[in-house]
């Protein structure tokens, strides 16, 4: 346990040493985060800025989720502070204890907010910051918990553990049953664990929950189908690798799925995205304007507006903490939020 809280630590510390290290992005050469060569030649979609949260390069924003009023809740990890976006774009911080490292939000639909936290807790919150209270664990996990997702049937929350390395993966996905007393193992021994996504519905009536989850060590996303119960993994090829991503510095971050299964992969520390079909493969690019001369390069997480085809991509690192827009391939899918 010490040594799975410790790496942790250490990812944590990486992130914050590549937010303020001026030499880790360097103004005066071109082309610092090129798109890798086999991307090259697909559709590139340009985001556009929409939001600027807070001018301290330093900030890292995450989690970001819509309510049903139309308010965005984003989270600013290392000060475990949450910011309220007003569709008039009006920004109110929250701040909540020291140390609570806050980054993935999924929104339950009687208006919590469940939050999982890179220091090990998952909690969850009124939308004011009130009425903080922990969710249990099991045999310690998660231990650094990343991202987070309420299956559309239940509520039932699946969780990712961002601990481990390829050498020693010890991350993992849980799922909390829909009380959020019990906690349960869908898959363990992942190389970090961050986001994690739920398909639309397949036309297998018996099939479960089909979960999309990236691991930032080994660079790659998978697809990961599930029986009926939500937790046990289909024994025939229920877990596949349909892509594994180049290109640095960092690697696949957060996800989210539109209603045609189109997957949108935050690539962080290079300014982009990718998007996926629903098979797995590579379709489209998404960039960050100024990412060439390293500019917001810090893209992490990435939300719909619920009922519409518009994305909100978190953007930080050098020119302060931005959300930016695009419009996606099609409508997002509808959360357990608005259901």
Not at 84 to 112: E, F, M, S, Y
Not at 217 to 227: A, S, Y
Request: with cysteine.
């Amino acid at each position: 346990m010490k040594k799975t809280i410790g790496f942790s630590l250490f990812l944590v510390a990486i992130l914050i040493a590549f937010l303020v290290s001026g030499a880790s992005m360097p103004q005066k050469e071109k082309n610092l985060v090129p798109l890798p060569p086999e991307l090259a030649n697909l559709p590139t979609i340009k985001a556009e800025p929409w939001v600027l949260v807070d001018k301290d390069p330093n900030i890292l924003l995450e989690g970001p989720a819509f309510d049903r009023q139309g308010n965005l809740f984003v989270t600013s990890i290392f000060d475990s502070r949450i910011f309220k976006i007003t569709p008039a774009k009006q920004v109110t911080p929250i701040q909540l204890p020291n140390g609570l490292l806050p980054d993935g939000i999924a929104i339950h639909k009687d208006g919590r907010l469940f939050i999982a936290c890179l220091s090990g807790r998952v909690v969850s919150v009124n939308p004011d910051g009130s009425n903080l209270t922990d969710l249990p664990k099991y045999n310690g996990k998660p231990a650094s918990a990343n991202d987070l997702v309420f299956d559309n049937q239940n509520g039932n929350l699946y969780v990712t553990d961002f601990t481990g390395t390829v050498a020693e993966p010890t991350g993992g996905v849980y799922r909390y049953s829909d009380n959020y007393t019990t906690v349960k193992p869908v898959i363990e021994h992942l190389a970090s664990a961050n986001g994690v996504g739920i398909a639309p519905p397949g036309n297998i009536p018996s099939a479960g929950n089909v979960l999309w989850v990236s691991e930032t060590c080994r660079n790659e996303i998978l697809r990961i189908e599930l029986l009926s119960d939500g937790i046990s993994i289909n024994p025939i090829a229920g877990v596949t690798i349909p892509s594994r991503f180049s290109g640095g510095p960092g690697g696949s971050d957060s996800l989210r799925i539109d209603v045609k299964g189109n997957v949108y992969q935050c690539m962080i520390f290079q300014g982009r995205a990718v998007i996926l079909n629903d098979k797995g493969v590579i379709i489209a690019n998404v960039v960050i304007p100024g990412r060439e001369e390293g500019k917001h390069l810090v893209t992490s997480n990435l939300a719909f507006k619920p009922g519409t085809d518009e994305v909100y991509i978190m953007a930080g690192g050098e020119g302060g903490a931005w959300i930016y827009k695009f419009r996606g391939l099609a409508e997002g899918l509808k959360l357990y939020s608005h259901q």
